[in-house]
């Protein structure tokens, strides 16, 4: 359609519920991933014109005897967060008496039946139909086939109108041209068996490159974030050590906020909080960036409190006998000697920062994790892919604590 109306599309590979946000907030121009229009969507959404109808199936482990709803007395149920289905499966849990398992995307619902986690699963039947049968998954789908639905292109009320006019107009074009029923046919009717490798060396030979940018953007993101953090921290540890109380205080408040909010709300308040507050637009490094610089700034300065009060206090008695002042007496005497201190909780802190990362995945950036959620999402070899992505942070884990180590027995 982009290509047949002349515009660019950037993808982002959000879950449907932070893609949802994410439109909320203003940081993407478009939702398009199985969204049903419905009546109470478009009290918040504008839609383009429907481009497939579906509904809603049932998957199950391929030697499961649940055939319908009747069959799930007793069992449990995987849904997607902010779904049709898992609001359909809300609305009859009661009736059928099951209990549901949410989870944020389709493959994290798939492997958990396939383990046997949950008995059942609830989803877009298209999406379901394709899953099983080009990744040759262990599942089977029921006759159930509910919730009849049409998808569409989501935009928020009042804006984008030229993009749904691009839409729909190219998705005329397509289906007079007969593309639109050779795509549709692709995927459903005579969607073909995924070839790609599923041993581990096979994995890491088709998407070592993926993997390796992946892991470049962690690292990047870590070092950066860190070089922010260390110069709010270094400002809010030498506050904290400060002889004037209001100051004392004020820096007190600052670690004990950053500390005494998780990090997965952090990282939502200022990708989708902010952003929705001020109408601005932010781009998921920027926000990383922050998030992490934030989270760290606050152990970081409790590094250089740690640090500061380490050092013998016969040191800044010894100083100010001498008629040292405050300042020299920190920059000449203490400080030196509370850096050696503090370097190897410094490098463990950066360990802590590069598995944070880890957590910005949800607002889409490509670090490891996501990179690795990318891939099993195309491939569903999870339990590879995951031993994968472990091994490589371990590796790099592991020479930074070596690191560490190495310079502790040094400044000693």
């Known amino acids: 359609i982009a290509e047949a109306e002349g515009f660019e599309v950037e993808f982002k590979p959000l879950g449907f519920n932070a893609a949802v946000q994410a439109l909320e907030a203003g940081q993407v121009d478009a939702v398009m991933a ?32 649940i055939t319908s709803l009747s069959d799930l007395q007793g069992k449990k149920v995987a849904v997607k967060l902010g779904t049709q289905s898992a609001t359909y499966a809300e609305s009859i849990k009661s009736k059928y008496g099951f209990t549901t398992t949410t989870f944020e995307d389709s493959s994290s619902m798939y492997q958990d039946v396939m383990v046997g986690n949950s008995d059942a699963l609830f989803e877009d ?57 050779e795509i549709i046919n692709k995927y459903t009717t005579n969607a073909s068996e995924n070839t790609e490798a599923t041993s581990i060396l096979g994995l890491i030979k ?10 470049w953007n962690t690292i990047v993101l870590t070092v950066v974030a860190l070089i922010f953090a260390s110069l709010i921290g270094i400002i809010f540890g030498l506050m904290k050590t400060s002889q004037n109380n209001i100051v004392q205080a ?25 952003p929705q507050a001020f109408e601005i637009t932010m781009q998921p490094f920027v926000a990383g960036v922050i998030t992490l610089s934030l989270n760290a ?36 005497v203490i400080l030196p000697q509370a850096i050696r201190i503090m370097v190897p909780s410094f490098i463990n802190q950066f360990v802590i920062t590069l598995k944070d990362t880890s957590i910005l995945s949800i607002i889409g950036i490509a670090e490891l994790t996501q990179t690795g959620k990318v891939i099993i999402a195309r491939n569903l ?4 892919m995951w031993l994968i992505v472990g091994v490589m942070y371990l590796i790099v884990i592991v020479l930074l604590t070596k690191l560490s180590a190495h310079l502790e027995r040094n400044l000693k």
């Not at 152990?299 to 006998?321: F, H, L, N, T």
Request: aromatic share 12%; charged share 20%; with cysteine.
């Open 34 to 65: 199985g969204m049903g229009i419905t009546d109470e969507r478009k009290q918040k959404f504008d839609f383009t014109d429907s481009y497939y109808d579906s509904g809603i199936g049932m998957g199950v482990s391929k030697n499961s005897d």
């Open 125 to 181: 039947y298209p999406v379901l139909a394709y899953s099983i049968t080009s990744n040759n998954l262990p599942l089977k789908m029921t006759d159930h086939n509910e919730n009849k639905t049409e998808y569409g292109v989501a935009v928020n009320k009042g804006e984008n109108a030229e993009l749904i006019t691009a839409f729909n107009n190219g998705l005329k074009k397509l289906k007079e041209s007969g593309k639109y029923d």
């Open 206 to 215: 088709t998407n070592w490159h993926t993997l390796a940018t992946g892991l």
């Open 250 to 274: 004020i820096a007190g408040f600052y670690i004990d906020i950053i500390r005494g909010v998780p990090l997965i709300v952090l990282t939502f308040f200022i990708y989708f909080g902010i």
């Open 297 to 332: 700034s606050a152990y970081i300065a409790e590094i250089i409190r740690g640090g500061i009060q380490a050092v013998d206090k016969g040191q800044y008695e010894a100083c100010m006998s001498l008629g040292l002042p405050y300042s020299k007496s920190m920059r000449k």
């Open 381 to 384: 070899q999870s339990s590879q």
